[in-house]
């Protein structure tokens, strides 16, 4: 099992940025991929954005290809998300997500169902 850690949230006006962090520890050597959901309050959970652990191969929603950019550090364990050009639309509360199973490869990295362990959350919220 791997333990995930969300940091970097908090209230930003639009047009401003924020970098979210998230910390893994336990098995991560298991770690295939990580990725990035959120969820807005009434609304269902939705894919941000993910990276594959190994080859640093990246995937993005449409809805935040240009703005932002999913990074990870290796030796820290530790995936980036960082947000430019935010929009009041963006609030939510994030998500960190690691796929452990190699299930994002055979099915997508937007499916929910193929991460294995979650944190709890970091809250985003962009004001108009």
Do not use: H
Request: aromatic share 12%.
């Amino acid at each position: 099992q791997v333990q995930l850690v969300e940091s970097g949230g908090g209230l930003v006006q639009a047009g401003g940025s924020l970098r979210l962090s998230c910390a893994a520890s336990g098995r991560t050597l298991n770690i295939y991929a990580m990725g990035w959901f959120r969820q807005a309050p009434g609304k269902e959970r939705e894919f941000v954005a993910a990276i594959e652990w190994s080859g640093g191969k990246t995937f993005y929603a449409d809805s935040v290809t240009g703005r932002f950019t999913i990074s990870r550090d290796n030796a820290k364990n530790t995936v980036y998300l960082q947000m430019n050009s935010l929009k009041p639309e963006d609030t939510a509360v994030y998500y960190c997500a690691s796929d452990s199973k190699k299930r994002t490869y055979y099915s997508s990295s937007s499916d929910s169902q193929a991460y294995d362990d979650w944190g709890q959350g970091t809250q985003v919220t962009v004001s108009s």
